[in-house]
């Protein structure tokens, strides 16, 4: 089993910048990929970004250029979040997926982000 829990989220202006975090225990080293996603109330959860060791980061086109996933030996999930929209605002959530699961397999609880201008 592994355990995600995100923090960073909060209140940020238009056109702002914020670091959302995701630290990962317990098995993690079966886990092939870890990412992002989020959901805005009244919309079906997106993917936002993700990655995986020895190939190039993936994120949606919508955060293309504003967003960068990084991470530390695969413990700590990040998401630097720049040139914030108001369309940027929902609850982002950290996924990990198992190796041999072509599912997410782990999510967090999330962390809101909250886009005022």
């Known amino acids: 089993q592994v355990q995600l829990a995100e923090s960073g989220g909060g209140a940020v202006q238009v056109g702002g910048s914020l670091k959302l975090s995701c630290s990962a225990s317990g098995r993690t080293q079966y886990n092939c990929e870890m990412g992002w996603f989020r959901q805005a109330p009244g919309k079906e959860r997106e993917f936002v970004a993700s990655?995986?060791?020895?190939?190039?980061s993936k994120y949606a086109d919508i955060v293309k250029g504003r967003f960068t996933i990084s991470h530390v030996e695969w413990k700590n999930l990040y998401l630097q979040m720049t040139y914030i929209g108001s369309d940027d605002a929902a609850m982002y959530y950290c996924?990990?997926?198992?190796?041999?699961?072509?599912?997410?397999?782990?999510w967090g609880q999330g962390t809101q982000v909250t886009v005022s201008s």
């Open positions: 996924a990990a997926r198992r190796c041999g699961d072509p599912n997410w397999t782990y």
């Open positions: 990655m995986e060791p020895d190939r190039p």
